[in-house]
């Protein structure tokens, strides 16, 4: 849902250096295995000495036509990409980089400015409207840079840091008073490193830019619980998770953006009415602007994505499409690891040979929260919170969390990025192997039943992206206590051994008859009325408080100790998701008749000696007609006219007329209307 192409590729490409590394595992006390070289995650800094550099503020820049007269005599880096990292395992991306021109002579008088370099990443024509010092959530990192609202354009430029007085610096030489402190708690930037230049690979420059028709949603979210983000979706399918300083700024910056891109409030306002549908699925309709209408609904607790919840209700959208929509809803993202979307454990059985998805006992109890599944667990947890209770502290069932940046970085650790954010949570080392994800009944079995301290939850990899669960970079996880290696993921039995097969059987378990009548009461325990309260308690589904919204506000602490130890609690515990629905969610309706799903019964098609409609044009939809019993396409710029679907409309003709047509013979109907030009 939202997935970038740009994600993917990071993803599945191979990790070429991993061959030049070698990774210390965790040993036990008794176990004597040769000492490995400790791996290095590109912290070579090269030797630097900044020279006095002497800037233009910003606001003192001549108009950008003057600026670009100024730029003809020096060579133009606007269309170049930028340089590709000799030792990085993914592609770049198609982006720049900010580098001194070659071609001036050396010295302090010649130096360019920070203020003029980013003056000439503008496009050409563009002018700067506003600029704010934003961070870029990266996974378990923060990147902080600018963020430049232009008149044609956006910019987002990495490293580089604008100061009060306007002036563009390095952002490691920024007063450090000024930059945002959850940034530097977050990248374990040391005080005393503050105008040390940072490793080669961290302090890159780079900038990207995008038309603001390219701009497909904006969103606000959260970040680490303060309400300071902003995720900004792209048509060419990347996105971006930013954040302010403080609420008021994020909230300026929003609505700055929002000024430039009118057309992302509604799905009929895109210029291309093609991503109306990826609109729909990353929208989040708390910031819908409010009518009268859903003002009143809200008294008898009608929300604004009712109608999503009735389209999964009639069956018309599938479970795995629902539950993306519950998560963004949610705010969950995929560009960070501490808030990465949440699915279910849908079957408990990996050891058959076949799956049986007809018979209640394959499935998992969807109603209880992994803590409870069975009996002796349920038992644990409940002593637990009763002992806290008695003590006088906050009490919880759960010391862990089902969602957290170390679930979800073991969970794809065979795949970059993820492995280096593994390796940055477990100190630069691999996890003993026997902790590892090393088989999917394994995970089932610590996460239900045998480890006091998995509570986990599954990610949507699960049901979508076989290669995660191969290792194709041939990391060396070691070996287990039995002696095996840890390699690929081993698979339940009905998998045969391929993991394609796995995706394929676990997506059509989530979209069974059996998940799709209880999927209602998971989304109950995890997004909806039972996640806080009373109905928490009784259905034992009480986390550690510091994993909820509102527990604590990181901005009241002042002790500087105090907050950068909340903060990485709250960072890499896990963080409960937004609450959506405050009443019990309604159970799918029961269809008349089993209607067989496209992704599910592919293999039922079936080809055809004859075509059942032919277009030589673009279509831009599909309508069936019961009473002609006929499949209808629209070209672009049509409306075929219900209920008989006899007439269509027609418009987008050079003299601005909207026709009438019948359906047979295309002559034109009884009106025709013009609109003057505007």
Not at 421 to 450: C, M, N, T, V
Request: one cysteine or more; a negative charge; proline letters at 8%.
């Amino acid at each position: 849902m939202t997935e970038g192409r740009d994600r993917m590729r990071l993803r599945l490409l191979p990790d070429y250096g991993a061959q030049e590394q070698e990774v210390q595992l965790k040993k036990r006390a008794t176990e004597v295995v040769p000492a490995l070289a400790s791996l290095r995650l590109n912290t070579t800094v090269t030797p630097a000495q900044p020279a006095d550099m002497k800037s233009t503020p910003l606001s003192a820049l001549p108009p950008p036509e003057a600026a670009a007269d100024d730029a003809d005599d020096a060579p133009d880096l606007s269309g170049q990409d930028a340089a590709a990292d000799a030792g990085s395992s993914v592609a770049p991306e198609d982006d720049f980089e900010l580098v001194d021109d070659p071609n001036e002579p050396e010295g302090d008088d010649s130096f360019e400015d920070k203020n003029r370099k980013v003056m000439r990443r503008l496009e050409h024509g563009d002018s700067v409207q506003n600029v704010y010092n934003i961070s870029r959530i990266i996974g378990l990192d923060a990147c902080e840079g600018i963020l430049i609202i232009g008149k044609e354009a956006l910019y987002i430029m990495d490293n580089v840091f604008q100061c009060a007085d306007g002036e563009i610096v390095n952002v490691w030489q920024a007063p450090p008073e000024e930059r945002d402190p959850f940034s530097q708690i977050v990248t374990a930037t040391k005080p005393g490193e503050r105008d040390k230049k940072p490793a080669p690979k961290s302090s890159e420059q780079e900038s990207r830019s995008w038309r603001w028709h390219d701009v497909l949603s904006i969103s606000k979210r959260r970040f680490l619980f303060r309400d300071v983000s902003i995720e900004i979706f792209f048509r060419d399918g990347r996105s971006y998770l930013l954040t302010a300083i403080d609420p008021s700024k994020r909230d300026e910056i929003h609505g700055r953006m929002v000024s430039k891109a009118p057309h992302i409030t509604g799905a009929s306002s895109l210029p291309n009415p093609e991503d109306a549908w990826r609109l729909e699925a990353i929208k989040v309709f708390e910031e819908s602007p409010q009518t009268f209408g859903s003002k009143f609904g809200s008294i008898f607790n009608s929300s604004p994505w009712n109608p999503l919840m009735r389209r999964w209700q009639k069956g018309e959208i599938s479970n795995f499409h629902y539950l993306m929509l519950v998560n963004t809803m949610a705010g969950r993202t995929f560009n960070d690891l501490t808030q990465y979307p949440v699915f279910p454990w849908v079957l408990a059985d990996y050891t058959s040979a076949e799956l049986d998805l007809s018979n209640p006992a394959t499935f998992r109890d969807l109603s209880k929260p992994m803590g409870a599944q069975t009996p002796n667990r349920q038992a644990d947890f409940m002593m637990r919170y009763e002992s806290l209770a008695e003590i006088g502290q906050t009490p919880f069932h759960y010391g862990t969390h089902y969602s957290s940046a170390m679930a979800v970085s073991s969970y794809l650790i065979r795949l970059p990025p993820f492995v280096h954010s593994y390796l940055l949570l477990q100190g630069g080392h691999f996890d003993h192997p026997d902790r590892s994800f090393y088989s999917i009944e394994g995970a089932w079995k610590s996460a239900s039943r045998d480890n006091g301290t998995d509570v986990r939850e599954l990610i949507p990899e699960f049901f979508y992206l076989p290669e995660f669960l191969t290792n194709a970079n041939g990391y060396d996880f070691g070996r287990r206590q039995d002696g095996s290696k840890v390699d690929n993921v081993m698979l339940p039995p009905w998998a045969k051994g391929d993991p394609k097969i796995f995706i394929a059987r676990h997506r059509e378990a989530l979209e069974s008859p059996h998940v799709t009548k209880h999927l209602h009461q998971w989304i109950d325990l995890v997004f909806g009325h039972k996640q806080r309260g009373e109905a928490a308690v009784e259905s034992l589904n009480v986390f550690h408080h510091l994993s909820y919204h509102g527990a604590i506000d990181l901005d009241n602490i002042t002790d500087p100790q105090e907050r950068a130890i909340v903060t990485g609690i709250i960072h890499n515990f896990g963080q409960t998701p937004h609450q959506v629905f405050s009443k019990p969610h309604p159970q799918r309706e029961q269809a008349s008749g089993h209607v067989k799903r496209l992704d599910t019964s592919i293999s039922a098609l079936t080809k055809l000696p004859y075509p059942l409609l032919e277009s030589h044009e673009r279509v831009a939809s599909l309508i069936y007609s019961p009473k002609l019993d006929r499949l209808l396409c629209a070209s672009p710029f049509r409306l075929n006219l219900p209920p008989s679907y006899d007439k269509f409309l027609e418009w987008g003709y050079a003299d601005n007329s909207v026709r009438f047509f019948f359906s047979d013979n295309r002559k034109v109907g009884t009106a025709c209307y013009r609109f003057p030009n505007p």
